[in-house]
C-alpha cells in the first residue's frame, strides 16, 4: 500500500497534478490509494472518497443503465430510438428513424459529436434531442462509421428518462448507482453536499508548471454524456458489475446484457481513440488479452477505467488535472512493468507509402456541427493543407491507404494522424476522420 501511495504521489508531483486517485482489483485483491488535495494551495487533502469530474466516463455508466432497461424489457438494443422519443418524429433527416439504441451506445449513429442549443442552461433532455432533430443532419448512415458522439448519449439520456418517467439523474442514481454502493455526485448538484467534490484546475507551461483552479463548463443538457462525478472506487464498482464479479450484478445487470455489451460493434473501429467499440466501452489490446473501459476529460480533470474480463483485473485513476491523461500513460507503464499489462491505445502512424498524385480527390470541407474543416492543395506545394476556424493550419501527407498525418505549421506539436473514408457505392472521398470524429465531405470547391 506504501509503494503505491508513493508511486501515486511521486506520478502527481510530476505532472502538477494536485490530487488523484487509484484503485486496483486484481487477483482477488484490492487497492485504493489517494494523494495530494482537492484545490491547490489548500489543505483540503484528497480521500478515497472524494467525488471527481468524471468527463465521459459517464457514458459507460449511462450505457450500463440502458443495459439494465434492456434486461428488465423496457428497451431493446436494436429498436429505433423513434420508438421511444417522440422528438425524432420532426426530425429534419429521413436517416434519423434508421438509429437504433444500438447505434448511439456504439457512437455508429451518424449523430453530430458536440451538438449544443442555443441555451447553454438548457436542462430539458427533451428539447435539447427535439434541437438534435431539427436541426441537425447525420454524418453518415447509421450504422456504417464510427464517430464518437456526445450527442448520441444525451439523446439515451432522453430514452432513459421516457420509459422510467425519471430524470436522468434519478434514474441513474436509483436503479445503478446506489445498488452499487455508490453515493452520487453529479457536476451540477448545489454546492455543500456532504460529499467533497474536487476542483479542477489548468496546469500552466513554464518551469514552475503551477496548477490553477478552473471552473467546469458542462451544458446541463449534457449530463448523461459526461455530468457524473465519482471516485476511483466508483469507477471500480462500475467494472465489477460489467464483469459479472459484483454480488448482486446477476440481478442488476444479467449475464446476457453484460455480454452483449462487450460484444465489438462491427462499423465501430474507433480509429484513433481506441482499437474498437462496443456498447459503452471502448476496447483496448495487450499482449496479455483484451481489456475494456473508458477514458474521461474534463476542464481540469480527468478519469481512466480499464478492466479486463479474462481474469477480473481493474484498474482506475481519477485526476483533478488537464495533466491527468499525461499521468495515465505514465502510470500505464509503470504498471506493466509491475507485471499488470495495462491496455491503452496509442496509435500509430501508418506505414503505406504516401501519395504523390491525385491529392486533389481530397479537396472540400468537411462538417460535423459546427465544426468545419478545409482541405485545400497548396499553390506553392501541390500538398494538401487543413485549416479550420480556430486558426490550425496543418501540412497533410496522404498515404495509400488513405490514412494521413498533420503536422501544424504554428507550432512544434507532434503530428496527429487521421485518415479519409469512401462512400462504399460511389467510391467517392465523403468522410474525414480525426480524433475519433466523423466530418462529413460537401461538395469539393
Known sequence: MDLAEDRLRTLARAHAVPGAQLTVHRTGRSLSVATGVTRASTADLVSTGTAFALGSVTKAFTAALVGQLVADGELEWDDPVAEYVAEFDSAVDESF??????????????????HETDNAGETSLARYTASVSTTTRTLHRPGSCFSYANSGYNVLGRTVEAVTDMKWQAALANLTLRPLG??????HDAPGGQRPLAQCHTVRPGQDRSATPVGLFLPPSWAPAGGLAGSADDLAALATLLLGTHPDAAELLPEEQRTEMRVRAPAADAFGMADGWSLGLAHHASPNGEWLGHDGTVDGGTAHLRFRPADGTVVALTTNATTGTAMWAELVDALRDEGVPVGDHRPLATTAPPLATG???????????????????????????????????????????????????????????GRFVTDPASGEIHLMQLGGRAARRTAAP
Open 182 to 187: 455508490i453515493d452520487p455526485v453529479f457536476v
Open 97 to 114: 428513424s434508421e438509429i437504433t439504441l444500438r447505434h448511439l451506445l456504439s457512437h455508429t449513429g451518424g449523430l453530430v459529436a458536440d
Open 359 to 417: 491529392l486533389g480527390r481530397f479537396d472540400g470541407d468537411y462538417l460535423n456541427g459546427d465544426t468545419v474543416f478545409r482541405v485545400r492543395i497548396a499553390g506553392d506545394s501541390g500538398m494538401p493543407v487543413l485549416t479550420d476556424a480556430t486558426g490550425l493550419v496543418a501540412d497533410l501527407t496522404v498515404h495509400q491507404d488513405l490514412a494521413f498525418t498533420a503536422r501544424r505549421t504554428d507550432t512544434d506539436a507532434a503530428p496527429y494522424i
